[in-house]
Each structure stands twice: as C-alpha cells, then as structure tokens.
C-alpha cells in the first residue's frame, strides 16, 4: 500500500468550483439511525455486545456535506466513490481530524487515490480475482489512521475525469474485536509437515499447494482470525485458492508507525473493515501482518499453510502471498522485532513450496496497471518489495533497503 498520511506544505489556494469540500463535528450517532433525514448511512459489522465496530458512509454530495451531519466516533477513515478504482487517478483528496479526547485538530493529510492494493481485475468486478460476489466495483482512497476522532474536514480535488458518482467519507469503527469462538493462536512449531489449518473446501487444491520439501522453516506463533477479533460475519464465506505460493511480496499498511502493540488487533479490524465494507473486497488483502513487536497475525481467512489468494499486489496476487508489515516506513525505521516477524513468516511460508527465501522466480503479471502489462512474464525475487510490482513507494524507503538481509536471514531459517 502506497504511503497514505502526508501532511501538505505550500499547497497553492485551491479554486473553489474545482474542488469538493466537506466539514463537520461528530458527535456520537443516534441509536438505530439510518440513510436519510440528514443521518448517514452505518454498515454494522456485529455491534453491540460482540464489539464488531461499523462503517459509517457521509456522501459528499453537491460540494458540501451538509450542516448538522452526525456519525460514530471512528479511529480510520477513507474516501470511497462508485466505479473503477482509479477514477480520481490525477486528483487529490485531503483530510484532517479533530481528536476526541482534546479537540485538537490535526494538519491535512494527503491520501493516495490510484487504487494499487486490491483484486486483480477488481475494475471489472470479477469475483474470480477476489471482489466480493454482488457487490459492484467501487473504489476508495488509501486508509488514513486518525486513531479515536470526532471530527473531520474533506478536501477532493477531482482528476482529468471529473468527480466519479457516489463520492463519500467512509469513518470506520474498530469497534472491540468479535469474542474468540476459535483458538486466539497457532503454535510455533519447528516441524517440516504440518497439517491445514483450515477445513477442506470445494475450492481447495487438491494438494493444498504444499510440496514436500527439505528446506522447511519453523512456523512461526501466528495470531489467528478469531484472536484479533475479526467479524466473521462480514466477508465473503468461502475461500478462494491460487497455485502453489512462489513468492512473498512485502508491503507496509501507511498506517500510524507509533502504536501499542497491544492496539495491534484494534488497528487490523479496522483495515478489514474497510477493505471489506469500503473498497468492496471479499475479505481483507493481506494474507498476514506483522506488528512492531515482531507479532504476526493472520489476514485473509482460508488456512495459514495454505495458497489462499489475496487483494495486495495489483496484477500479481496469483501464486504469491501478500504481507504487511504495520506502520508507515518512509522515514521512520522498522523496529528490529518487526523485521524478524517478516522474515519468520516469510521463510515459512516459502518453505511450504520449497521455494528459496534469497531466489527468484517467474510470475505472469494479471493487470496492465502494474509495472508489467497483464499477461506478461517477470522475474522477481521470491521476497520482493511491493515496489518491484507495481509504481509505489510500499513498502517504504526505510524498509525497502532491509530487504537483502531480509532474504538471507529467511534463507538461513529454511536451512539453505
């Protein structure tokens, strides 16, 4: 995910007509209110005494929310619109955030608008390459993590294309995490064949795209779905599998890089809140996470040691797996744990195929809106930035450089 939060200097005066504004406070929303009458339209997850958290949708129509607006507390935000993820390729979208605990409110941030996370093909709704079924191609900006806010102020610059249809705000609650009906972990374990963490499906590969290898990392303790407190309920039920992993793109989410490690799994439900609810993902885009302590958490649903296909690399989300380091790594420096998370999970999910942490392989790429036009081959180091794929600055210049040792630590794990 390309970097989200930028806070713009010298930004020349912006020409009223050119732009769409919106701004206002937010107190908290009223009890069973809906779309329409002036209160904006909540997508639950499970609320209540679950603690699922919500969505909360404020269309920014005719140019200006309108006065007296109300919506939840929320701790990330994003703007989403109907259509093609790259609708506002070209414009700009800024926000600042008012802090719910001292009124405080914060600079503009920049969010990134061309949409390079997500499903290959999402621009054309094929629920094959990941959209979630029924569900019409939407698009949204990158994510902004404000952490608890009760106000904020949107700035949209539209691109070459004007103002795509259905232009909003989207508030995402976190809410408390679902209460755990599944173990909160999987156990590191050093053994070289471990059986699926995940029921057989339909869907499965027959092989469930393991091969039996001599270069096997130890896995290492993952922190399940049901541990971080994720909402089953919102996500599309079944899996979707691609082939047998190949390689593992890196990525940071562009979120707050200073968090408690403990706000981990407050901050993951949020990210799957709005791939899910906002950009019209079947499930969140990332196959794991890696917090600051080094803690890695499971992401897309469908088994660990298993091929499930992912939203993280436009055009190249086949035979590779997406993980994502928490934070935002342009100038601040990843914390050594986190580093040792990436390069855990990294070598054992490449030793699963046997594939070797400091090599390369060949990959097809699936978009034209990657580095590599859709259908053509490229050569990539099985540990690969999100750079090497696609035009961004993921995972950071901070994290980038890290990459070689990266390798060659997760090559030694594997035993090679």
Partial sequence: MRI????????PPVVLLAVLTAALTLPSIPAGARAGGGVPATRPGAQGPTGGGSVTSLPLTGGRLPAGRTAQRFDLLGVGWDGPARALAGGTVRVRTRD??????????????????GPDGAD????????????????????????????????????????????????????????????????????AAEPSAAEPSAAEPADGGRRTGHHQAPRPEIVTRAGWGADESIREPDFQYTGPVRAVFVH???????????????????????????????????????????????????????????????????????????????TDVPPADLLTGVTRIAAWKLGLTDQDAAGSTRLVSGSDGSLYP????????????????????????ALY????????????????
């Fill in 4 to 11: 989200s939060p930028r806070a713009l200097r010298g930004r």
């Fill in 100 to 117: 719910a605990a001292t009124g405080v409110w914060s600079g503009w941030h920049e969010l990134e608008t061309d949409g390079e996370d």
């Fill in 124 to 191: 054309a709704g094929a629920d094959a390459t990941g959209t979630a079924a029924g569900r019409a191609p939407r698009g949204a900006t990158a994510p902004l993590w404000t952490g608890p806010s009760d106000g904020v102020a949107v700035e949209v610059t539209p691109g070459p294309a004007g103002p795509p249809p259905g232009l909003r705000v989207e508030l995402v609650d976190p809410g408390e995490g679902v209460r755990p009906t599944g173990p909160r972990t999987v156990p590191a374990e050093p053994s």
């Fill in 252 to 330: 940071h989410t562009a979120t707050t890089t200073e968090y408690a490690c403990s706000d981990a799994p407050r901050l993951i439900r949020a990210i799957y809140q709005y791939h899910v609810q906002s950009n019209g993902w079947r499930d969140i885009g990332y196959n794991f996470l890696v917090d600051r302590c080094g803690t890695v958490y499971e992401g897309r649903a469908g088994g660990t040691d298993l091929p499930v296909h992912g939203a993280h690399t436009l055009g190249f989300n086949t035979d590779t797996a997406g993980v994502a380091a928490i934070g935002t790594f342009v």
């Fill in 374 to 397: 859709a259908g053509t081959g490229a050569v990539l180091r099985t540990v690969s930035g999100h750079r090497d794929a696609f035009n961004t600055e993921c995972p950071g210049d």
């Fill in 401 to 416: 450089p890290k990459l070689p040792e990266l390798r060659a630590e997760a090559a030694r794990l594997q035993g090679r």
